[in-house]
């Protein structure tokens, strides 16, 4: 158990095991999709292989990684969850909370807004992480494109990334409001939406 936890209690780790949540991955495009060197990955990847998180096949001349099979699935969205209630019970009551909070929509209010029509729903992960799963009426634009796609001004924008821990959205939302886009987040994410889904 002190290893295992031991090798989760790194950010770059944890990020490299979500984005293998949707199914395996070269060292390359995880390192794409992380932001994260090369070879700063595959340390990483080997070090979790080690100690049972992930495997390996071979395609190829490439090598995948994949969750290892197993309660690994439960694992790190149990991790997850528990970050997200650490967090909601250490939070200190702000003006800037609350004006944070406003921005922040839940599943209830997503499904309101989808069904009211007159939003635009962003997904922004990358098109693989896309093309794997994603909201229903969601359409495709990756973080690295945002300030180049032209969005229209009659409808209200809501982004949403891969979990409740995914800055990829906040960073979103704050870069869209800069262009003066009326914007929202979806804070629980692809895996949020999927938990009430399944609920």
């Known amino acids: 158990m002190s290893e ?3 090798m989760l209690g790194n950010e770059s780790r944890l990020i490299l095991l979500q984005l293998l949540s949707n199914g395996e991955k070269s060292v390359e ?3 794409e999709e992380s932001g994260i060197p090369v070879a700063n990955t595959s340390q990483h990847l080997q070090a979790l292989k080690k100690t ?3 495997t390996t096949r071979r395609d ?3 090598i995948l990684y994949r969750w290892e099979q197993g309660p690994m699935k439960d694992l790190f969205f149990a991790l997850e969850k528990f970050a997200v209630f650490s967090m909601a019970e250490r939070e200190i009551p702000s003006n800037a909370a609350v004006s944070s909070t406003k921005q922040n929509i839940n599943y209830t209010e997503l499904q309101k807004k989808i069904k009211k029509g007159g939003t635009l729903l962003i997904d922004v992960r990358s098109k693989e992480e896309y093309k794997k799963g994603h909201i229903p009426e969601a359409i495709n634009v990756p973080y690295n ?3 180049t796609h032209k969005f229209p001004k009659t409808k209200e924008v809501i982004v949403y990334c891969r979990g ?5 959205s906040v960073n979103a939302m704050n870069l869209l409001k800069s262009r003066e886009i009326t914007v929202s987040r979806f804070g629980g994410g ?3 939406w999927i938990e009430n889904e399944e609920n």
């Open 4 to 6: 295992v936890a031991s």
């Open 29 to 31: 495009i995880l390192s």
């Open 52 to 54: 049972n998180l992930v």
């Open 60 to 62: 190829g001349k490439r």
């Open 145 to 147: 494109d945002l300030l």
């Open 164 to 168: 409740p821990l995914c800055l990829l």
């Open 190 to 192: 692809y895996s949020g």
